[in-house]
């Protein structure tokens, strides 16, 4: 009798301490959480006042949910000057916004498929666009008018930007290249080019693709500088980090180039495989890699205070991540649908689901539909000072000298 007793019961006690010390770490890892939640909720957010601008990050509710587009909205940005926004649409249109009053201002016509995606110049008097339709336009923003259509790709145009520079345009397109109107064109990527975005100072250019990989190229050159390998899935977008941010990710990272004296430049990716991968490309080599997402990263930024990670996905969630400790630090339910894209410096997310906006709320209305865009307000409101007219270098070549 004894025996079968002590076979029932024997290593119950070391189970159940086991137990213990499991619940014990539980309950310090909630009490932590809870402290932070206190913490932020007393000096955080956008209404409070003791924290840095920094270090704002965006808080429920959003300040506006703005609806216009009658489809899939694909990308976002804003003005580098003005008080503007503007979105890019799967309705063929590109429509701008006052971010600080809420109010739509106008669309601007001319792609005859998907807008995929936008973007300014430093001064923002010009706007590139690339569509569906295998086209760039470029237009001036302070006539809004298009001046300009370019064509050269043989499949659809993903992605565009305008060089640091203002001198040319740089576009990525489904049919596997990379081109530098009206110039250069790069090839390497075995699949759909997805995104592409050039470093601060235009000397290189980082594309990633539906081959998995990210690549990074000189512009000087057209040379493949690094071919960066360790997603399983598309890579779906990619960011430069500001040179705002390398200490902190030297100190979280301890990065080989650090020894060198030479750090970074670093590149994030977010892609299908749910993951966001920081990269050291002077090195090509993957410093930390964050999981939480459950779904595709469709966009990925550097907080302009360089301390945090913010991303968005298929999961319908904003994501803000303490890369330093590599770990989600807030989680926001955006949208009842996907999140596709996020705006720089201020946080604008917005879905694929087609809603009309109520009181602040995004419901579903047969009558009228819309794509909302939600917008989290800034720390400080942003001025909108009036426009100065000024010859552009895509537009007169020619060398300008001002004194």
Known sequence: MNEEVDKKYAG???????????????VMELESKLNEAKEEMTHGGPVGQKRDPKEWIPRPPERYALSGHRAPVTRVIFHPVFSVMVTASEDAT?????????????????????????????????????????????WDFQGFECIRTMHGHDHNVSSVAIMPNGDHIVSASRDKTIKMY???????????????????????????????????????????????????????????APDSAHPTILEATGSESKKSGKPGPFLLSGSRDKTIKMWDVSIGICLMTLVGHDNWVRGVLVHPGGRFIV?????????????????????????????????????????????????????SDSQSLGVPLRLSPPPHPTPRPKAVQMPHPILHPSPILLS
């Open 12 to 26: 119950l006690l070391e189970k159940k301490w086991t137990s213990v010390i499991r619940l014990q770490k539980k």
């Open 94 to 138: 590109i429509k701008v916004w006052d971010y600080e009053a809420g109010d739509f201002e106008r669309t601007l016509k001319g792609h005859t498929d998907s807008v995929q995606d936008i973007s300014f110049d430093q001064t923002g008097k010009l706007l590139a666009s690339c569509s569906a339709d295998m086209s760039i336009k470029l």
């Open 182 to 240: 009206c110039v250069k064109t790069f090839t390497g990527h075995r699949e759909w080019v997805r995104m592409v975005r050039p470093n601060q100072d235009g000397s290189l250019i980082a594309s990633c693709s539906n081959d998995q990989t990210v690549r990074v190229w000189v512009v000087a050159s057209k040379e493949c500088k690094a071919e960066l390998r360790e997603h399983e899935h598309v890579v779906e977008c990619i960011a430069w």
């Open 311 to 363: 991303s968005c996905a298929d999961d319908k969630t904003i994501r803000i991540w303490d890369y330093k400790n590599k770990r989600c630090m807030k989680t926001m339910c955006a949208h009842e649908h996907f999140v596709t894209s996020l705006g720089k410096m201020l946080y604008l997310i917005f879905p694929q689901d087609c809603s009309l906006r109520g009181d602040r709320q995004c419901r």
